[in-house]
């Protein structure tokens, strides 16, 4: 090859990688890109997970024996399966086949103490994804051979996955979540309008951002109804009063509970004062539909996820949607994770980062001492985003912080 061939080798390699990873608005750079492991759904996982999931909780001690046994396994264990009716049985089948569907998920080990159960949430996945997909299960043949089965499945998938590599992916395939937890006066003025404007961006760029929380709205949520359609806006303002009435019902005076104590700790006095600070997380962008507890989003934009304000539970009906990371803002340090996906903390109270930096990923408290705003706090936000999506690990998987809960909603038959 000539030396000329060569220059012109090199200046081609260097145009290509400008337009597939960059593009040049105003002199600044924007990174329109990730790396991540591409499904055969057409979906793009910024983790590569071989998960062990019980279908009833009978089947937990199978699973973490088969994860203390082969290195490397996710193990997805909750307290829940037996004698669920209507739609609680719905929403434990939906999530827990929602959350093997997950990008993130290479495949997965289904242990159950019967086939019936197992073999529902088979079917829900199937619907929608050919990924590898094993069932084990107790009955007939105990515990031990139980474990041995999963155990040499899991081994098998868990060496097929590793042969993945992460490819280059567009970033409109991101959806992210955005949630809060501990929060003080520091979120509502500067960590949720930064994870707002992580959502407006990832938006503007084809992506999709969830936010839940309708507890936690109450108080703002006329100001988020304005800014989406009527259908969707009247929709929203009813399932906040489902909240609210359902509260008085029990005799319940809301502001025992909201704000909590640690809020109120952090400097937020009235329901109202934390709903408006926590909306901001939302961004700008309309709302495109209201969704059902792990539920997967129809299309792209923001969406209003139905659901628990509480960290754990949440997040587990964000990774069951679909969602691949959750952007989670916190005052006072809150360390919930999740056992499929990272959850990045940000705050904006410098405080925290000095008492539980572990807990804390990104510090934008500079926007409070004024050396930066919070367009540029968002810039940092959404480039760690991209970061993580690409395989940077977060705190909250470096100390296993691997909660997992589903939402309950009536009684156990």
């Given at each position: 090859m000539t030396i000329l061939s060569q220059l012109l080798t090199?200046?081609?390699a260097l145009i290509l990688q400008v337009l597939i990873f960059n593009v040049i608005q105003e002199g600044e750079i924007i990174i329109l890109s990730f790396e991540g492991y591409i499904r055969s759904d057409g979906t793009v996982g910024v983790r590569n997970h071989v998960a062990i999931v019980a279908a009833q909780g009978y089947g937990n001690s199978v699973v973490e024996a088969i994860a203390s046994i082969v290195h490397g396994v996710y193990p997805v264990i909750h307290p829940y399966g037996r004698g669920q009716i209507g739609p609680d049985a719905v929403q434990q089948t939906n999530t827990l086949a929602g959350t093997i569907l997950n990008p993130n998920v290479f495949g997965a080990v289904i242990v159950a103490w019967e086939p019936v159960e197992a073999q529902k949430i088979f079917k829900k996945i199937r619907e929608?994804?050919?990924?590898?997909?094993?069932?084990?299960?107790?009955?007939?043949?105990?515990?031990?051979?139980?474990?041995?089965?999963?155990?040499?499945?899991?081994?098998?998938?868990?060496?097929?996955?590793?042969?993945?590599?992460?490819?280059?992916?567009?970033?409109?395939?991101?959806?992210?979540?955005?949630?809060?937890?501990?929060?003080?006066?520091?979120?509502?003025?500067?960590?949720?309008?930064?994870?707002?404007?992580?959502?407006?961006?990832?938006?503007?760029?084809?992506?999709?951002?969830?936010?839940?929380?309708?507890?936690?709205?109450?108080?703002?949520?006329?100001?988020?109804?304005?800014?989406?359609?009527?259908?969707?806006?009247?929709?929203?303002?009813?399932?906040?009063?489902?909240?609210?009435?359902?509260?008085?019902?029990?005799?319940?005076?809301?502001?025992?509970n909201q704000p909590k104590?640690?809020?109120?700790?952090?400097?937020?006095?009235?329901?109202?004062?934390k709903a408006l600070g926590n909306i901001a997380k939302a961004g700008s962008h309309p709302i495109q539909a209201i969704i059902s507890y792990a539920e997967k989003p129809a299309g792209k934009g923001l969406y209003h996820m139905y659901s628990s304000p509480a960290g754990a539970e949440s997040n587990t009906g964000f990774f069951a949607c679909g969602a691949q990371i959750t952007i989670f803002t916190t005052g006072?340090?809150?360390?919930?994770?999740?056992?499929?996906?990272?959850?990045?903390?940000?705050?904006?109270?410098?405080?925290?980062?000095?008492?539980?930096?572990?807990?804390i990923d990104l510090d934008i408290s500079a926007v409070l001492k004024g050396q930066m705003d919070i367009e540029e706090a968002g810039e940092d936000?959404?480039?760690?985003?991209l970061q993580v999506a690409s395989g940077k690990i977060t705190k909250s998987e470096a100390l296993k912080h691997n909660e997992f809960a589903i939402s309950r909603i009536g009684l156990t038959v």
């Open positions: 090199i200046l081609l929608k994804s050919d990924k590898k997909i094993e069932i084990v299960t107790i009955m007939g043949q105990g515990t031990l051979k139980a474990i041995e089965q999963g155990a040499r499945i899991a081994i098998d998938m868990l060496v097929e996955a590793s042969e993945l590599k992460r490819e280059v992916a567009p970033i409109e395939k991101l959806m992210i979540a955005v949630n809060c937890g501990a929060s003080d006066a520091t979120s509502g003025i500067v960590a949720n309008p930064a994870a707002g404007y992580v959502c407006d961006k990832l938006i503007n760029l084809g992506g999709t951002a969830i936010f839940n929380e309708t507890a936690e709205i109450m108080g703002a949520e006329h100001i988020l109804a304005r800014r989406s359609s009527p259908e969707v806006g009247k929709r929203l303002l009813e399932i906040v009063k489902e909240v609210e009435d359902y509260v008085l019902s029990l005799g319940i005076d809301i502001r025992g104590p640690d809020n109120i700790e952090g400097g937020l006095t009235t329901v109202e004062e006072k340090g809150n360390p919930v994770g999740h056992i499929l996906g990272p959850v990045i903390k940000v705050t904006g109270n410098h405080r925290t980062v000095i008492a539980a930096p572990e807990n936000l959404f480039s760690f985003l």
